[in-house]
Structure formats: C-alpha cells, structure tokens
C-alpha cells in the first residue's frame, strides 16, 4: 500500500542542469540542443521544468517511484528484506523490500545514483551522427556518445547539482538548527533521509562527543575552581586518569552508537561502497556473482588459478610499495621542511617580548600556514592518484592520514615547545586559550561568513553583466528562482580540493585537532574542556545552517563510519597519555632535576596502567550491541534457511511447494519469487 500512495504523489524535484540563456532561441526547435536534451531526458522517465534565470536556463529533474525501480532493477543493485537477505532489487517484487526510516523506497544516496545512471546513460543509439545548434553555431552528436557529455565539452551544460527540497529543508532548519533546546539530540532518521550516510554519521558522532563532553566540562570547572587543601597535589593526576577513561569509553560506546544506526538504517556495504557518485563520471562495477556453477568453478582449477593468483599478488605488492613510497615522502616533507618552520615560529614567539610584534608574528605565520597546508594536501592528492587503492573512500582514508600529519605538526608542535622544552606553563596556558577561544571563534565565523559574502559576489556579478549586456542603466534585477539562487552559492567541499573529500573533511578535521589539543594538554589547562563543550554545542547549529542555508545540498557520499579519523582519534588518545605524564613531571618536579621519588615512579606506573586499561576496555565492552548482533543471527539463520530449500528444490527436481516460511507476508512472496 506504501507503494501505491507514493506513486500517487508527484515526483520531487532533486536535480537541477544549469544551460545558457539564449533570447533569440526558439523553443521547440528540432535540432536545439536544449530542446533536445529536454526531450531525451523526458524519453528516460524523469519529469522536466524548465525555469529561466536572470543569466542562465535552469532544467529542475524528478523521477517517478517507477522510473527509480526500473532504474534499480536494471543496474542490480542489492537492497534489505524482510527475511534478512540482502537480494537483487525487482520492481516486480518491490513490497518485499525493506524501507527507509522516512518510509521511502530508496535512499536519497541510491535515488542520486539512479540520476547520474539517467542523465548519463543517454547516448546516440541510432546509426548516423545527429546535428545539433546552439547560438548559430552546429556540431555533430556522435553514434554512441554521451549527450550530456558533449554538452559539457561544448559548454552549453554548465553544471548539474543536487537541489534543495524545500518542504524538507524548512522542516530540519526548524527542528534541527534552530532547536536550541534539545542541545545536542538531532533528528538523525531526517538527516540521513535528506543529506545521506555520510553527513549523518558526521552529525551523530558530532551530538554524542558534546554530549559526553560535559563530564569533563563539568570535571575541569570543579578541579579549577575550588581547593582541595591537602589533596591539592592529588587533583591533576585524578583528573588526568578520569579523562583518560572517559576517551576510553566514549569511542567503545560510540562503536556501540555506529552499529546501531547502521541497523536502523539499513545500510548495506553492497551498495555505494565502491561507487563514484560524482556526477559526470562512469559508475564502477560493483556486482561479483556469489553463487557459481561447477562448470565456472572447473574451469578455474589449474594454471589459470595460479595465473589469477600471481595477477592479485603483484598488484597488492605493487600497490603497498606505492602507498609506503607517498607516505614516506609525506613524512620526510614534514620533518625536512615543516618541522624546522614550526620551531622557528615557536622560538621567536617566545623570545619575543613585546605584544604587538608577537601579534604580527603570529598573522604572518597564520597566513604563511595557510598556504603550506594547502600545498600540501594537493601535493597528497597527486601522490594518492598514483596510488592502487580499492575504492575511493579507500583513498579519501590515505589523504586523510597524509593531511592531518601535516596538520598535526602545524597545531602541536609549538605547545610541545613550550611545554617540554622551555617547561613554561603560563604561556603553554596562553596559546591553548588562543587555539581554543579565538581561533575556533574566529573559524566558525570565517566558514559561515564566506560562503555568504561568495554567494553575494555572485549575485552582483550576475546583475552587473546582465546590465552590461542591456546597455543602459535598468531598475535592480531581482532573482525570483531559488534554483538560480542555489546555483550561485558555494558547494560544500574541502579546503584541500574536492576531487576526494567534501566539506566533511574540514569539519572532522576541527574536530580531530579539537580533541588532540584539550586531550594532550589536560593536566595544563583543565578549563579547556569547558570551552570545546560550549563551542560543540555551537558548532551542530552553525554546521547545520551551513548545509541548510548557506551552500549547495552536498552529494551524498557511501560511508557507514567515519572512516581514517577513528583511528586518528585512537592515536590522539594514546599521545595524551604520554604527554599528560610528561606535563604532571613538569608541574611537580619545579627544579627541573627530574628526580621527584617516589612521584615519578608513580606517574610512569600510572602511565602504564592507563595503556593497559585502554587495550583492555576495547576487549571488554563489545562493539555492537546486543541487539543488532541478534538480528544479524537471526538474518543470517533465515537467509541460510531459504537458501537450503532453494538448492533442495533444485536437486529434487521442482517441487514448488513452500511449507513453511519464516517472516510475515511480504517474505513468503519474496521467497516463492525467489523459487520461482
């Protein structure tokens, strides 16, 4: 019945292709190339409005249920039942599928992938070269190429992106970021339905760290402001090993966290998980057959294999050394060239003693980072093209590691100065404050303020050619679409370019050395995890005006987890135990002799202890619940089920008599379909 009541409902309008505006076009010209491609579009299914912008035509697409299902059916992809299997989708059969948490059939992820399958799956099938004009000018539509690709090289396609659905993005600005009173709960199930898997996990790991957040908050405010008197001393090392277990357990549960929305979304690795979803370019082959007969088995057996065999192992071999010769390079770049740079800038801040020229010094150093960091992930993302890694967010992983080291030695390296080699707490304290109040102010400011003043630079541009091209002063031109008005804002990409992260990268990425720098340097200012909470709770607002209001929908990216900053995160955590020991040796031992017996003996044991507690809890909290590892029993068990009946029914020679039949109604279809 889901089915039919959203067949009824008109299709929404999710893509939009951005072409010139032409005056002296005539609409419903055979060979204009626009019409044309209106009409091919059309032939595939998809519904078209044409809406005309101040300085350019915009074509708004939706597809019907109908047009997905085919779609889907036709490119195989695998989706959950009701019986627990992950099987081939079948329009036919569409009742047996299990929906999303919104109730919809696909997911917004496969609905954009059936798009990019649309728009560029139309080519020239006939057997002679098709004319086309536009502005004047005629050139040849090619047997079997690509029509939007032609397009696009001849200019006239000037960009395709998703569009905002207005309905839904009013909805989540309302109860998402403009609901300050929940704090940190979000609408997850809607954020997942509207921005895909990626942006959801962002946003859920995101809610629950400023939620765990404020037990250490609250922890350094009591350990700052009230006194213990004798038990002064014991403070630091209490609170040092508090934080630490409090690292510790937040990422286990958030494991815990990661299955369980993976279970309710239904988020199976067979789809998107080698998929490009870049519009413009070739989805990758994803369909390995799981089932083989004897003959294809046969035929494998014997030198072939061993062929096969040796192909795998010298391009896994082949692909390690290349992966181990980029890091290497990586690193040898950050200790030959950032490293020297870094404490250079350390050493001047600190021998200088006026204000102001510590002020300069430090714009300068900020502005001449800003350019070696992006130099630096663009010479990461040239060195991991060269690299033969499975999948994209395979490679997405490797520059995430290669960046956040160049990172990692920009924002860390002057605190270990301070604080290891000169032993200078106070301005140890001073630049943690700076890093944590003003920069991250001033970053919250700059990624939401730019986007806008781009979006209005857009505009002014668009109003100033358009009055150029009238040739005499007209009234203030308005933009009345909000296609035309989406088209002009800013995409949600990465700082270091966009051809293997989104804007998703900067924001872990903030998140990731967020959590190093209040983690390492605890035990120096216990106050700073009072700012990371209160600056958290501001960042899932302001990150969600950001994709709500400020820039273009993202494409939806296929990742389940967050991927390399799991194990950066893990890292951070291992390096704060060792620095946070180093700083209580500091603290207590005031003549610099590192002789504080039985002091030190007690922190290095405390330091030991700490490691092994942490090895030890990711053993003894489970990473799923119990629940979910439950369902996934239960499915296996009732996928095993129908697969014996299946091969019982094909020995025995045809029975189609089913029995019985674990699940409800739609199962008992699905799987008399399947023996079908």
Not at 100 to 115: A, I, K, M, T, V
Not at 151 to 167: D, M
Not at 189 to 210: E, H, N, P, Q, R
Not at 549 to 555: G, L, N, T
């Amino acid at each position: 019945m889901n089915g039919i009541k959203e067949e009824e409902e008109p299709p929404t309008f999710e893509i939009a292709v951005v072409v010139p505006k032409k005056k002296g076009r005539r609409v419903g010209a055979t060979s204009d190339c626009v019409d044309v491609l209106v009409t091919e579009f059309q032939k595939v299914g998809l519904v078209v409005e044409r809406v005309p912008g101040v300085s350019d035509e915009f074509l708004k697409l939706a597809a019907p249920l109908e047009v997905l299902g085919m779609t889907a059916s036709y490119l195989k992809i695998k989706k959950p039942t009701h019986i627990g299997m992950d099987l081939q989708f079948k329009w036919e059969d569409v009742n047996a599928f299990v929906r999303q948490p919104d109730g919809s059939l696909f997911s917004w992820c496969e609905r954009y992938h059936f798009y990019c399958h649309l728009i560029h799956g139309i080519v020239n099938r006939s057997q002679s070269n098709i004319p086309l004009k536009f502005d004047d000018v005629e050139f040849l539509w090619e047997t079997g190429e690509p029509l939007l690709r032609r397009l696009e090289s001849r200019g006239i396609v000037k960009r395709v992106f998703p569009i905002h659905e207005e309905a839904k993005r009013k909805k989540l600005i309302r109860n998402w970021a403009l609901n300050w009173w929940d704090c940190t709960n979000q609408p997850l199930d809607d954020i997942y339905s509207y921005f895909g898997k990626k942006v959801a996990i962002y946003f859920a790991f995101l809610g629950m760290y400023t939620k765990w957040m404020l037990f250490p908050a609250g922890l350094g405010i009591i350990s700052q402001l009230f006194d213990f008197g004798p038990f002064q001393l014991m403070v630091l090392p209490v609170f040092f090993i508090s934080i630490t277990l409090w690292a510790v357990l937040f990422f286990q549960f958030w494991k815990r966290k990661n299955a369980a929305l993976i279970a309710r979304w239904q988020i199976s690795s067979s789809f998107g998980a080698d998929i490009n979803f870049d519009i413009g370019h070739k989805t990758q082959d994803r369909e390995w057959s799981l089932l083989r007969s004897t003959v294809e088995f046969a035929s494998k057996v014997g030198m072939e294999k061993w062929k096969d065999k040796e192909v795998f192992q010298r391009d896994e071999w082949l692909g390690a050394f290349l992966r181990f010769r980029n890091d290497a390079i990586v690193i040898l770049s950050i200790i030959c060239l950032q490293l020297p740079f870094e404490l250079a800038y350390a050493h001047l801040y600190e021998a200088t003693a006026s204000d102001v020229l510590k002020f300069g010094l430090t714009a300068t150093y900020l502005f001449l980072i800003q350019h070696f960091t992006r130099l630096g992930g663009k010479i990461s993302v040239r060195l991991i093209n060269c690299e033969t890694n499975s999948s994209r967010e395979y490679r997405a992983d490797s520059l995430v590691y290669k960046v956040f080291g160049l990172y990692f030695m920009q924002s860390y390296i002057g605190l270990f100065y301070h604080a290891l080699l000169h032993r200078n707490v106070m301005t140890l304290r001073q630049v943690l404050v700076q890093r944590l109040i003003v920069s991250e102010v001033l970053e919250n400011l700059w990624e939401n303020s730019v986007p806008y003043l781009k979006y209005s630079y857009r505009k002014y541009k668009v109003r100033k050619n358009k009055k150029r091209e009238k040739g005499s002063p007209i009234g203030k031109i308005q933009f009345s679409s909000r296609v035309e008005k989406e088209y002009l804002k800013s995409s949600y990409s990465a700082s270091i370019g966009d051809d293997l992260e989104d804007g998703l990268f900067d924001d872990f990425l903030e998140l990731a050395l967020q959590f190093g720098m209040i983690m390492m340097f605890a035990c120096a200012y216990p106050l700073a995890f009072a700012f990371a909470a209160l600056n958290n709770i501001t960042e899932i607002r302001a990150d969600a005006l950001k994709l709500l209001v400020m820039m273009k929908r993202p494409a939806p990216r296929s990742a389940a987890t967050i991927g390399a900053w799991s194990n950066i995160f893990q890292f951070l955590i291992l390096m704060s135990i060792c620095t946070n020991s180093v700083l209580l040796v500091c603290l207590y031992d005031r003549e610099g002799k590192w002789k504080i017996e039985p002091g030190l003996a007690i922190i290095l044991v405390i330091e030991h202890v700490l490691l092994l507690m942490k090895f030890a809890f990711s053993r003894f909290f489970p990473s799923e619940p119990a629940w979910v590892r439950a369902n996934r029993v239960r499915n296996v068990t009732q996928a095993q089920d129908v697969c014996s009946r299946q091969l019982l029914r094909t020995i025995s020679g045809g029975e189609r008599v089913l029995h019985e039949a674990p699940g409800d109604g739609d199962s008992v279809m699905l799987m008399d379909s399947i023996l079908q």
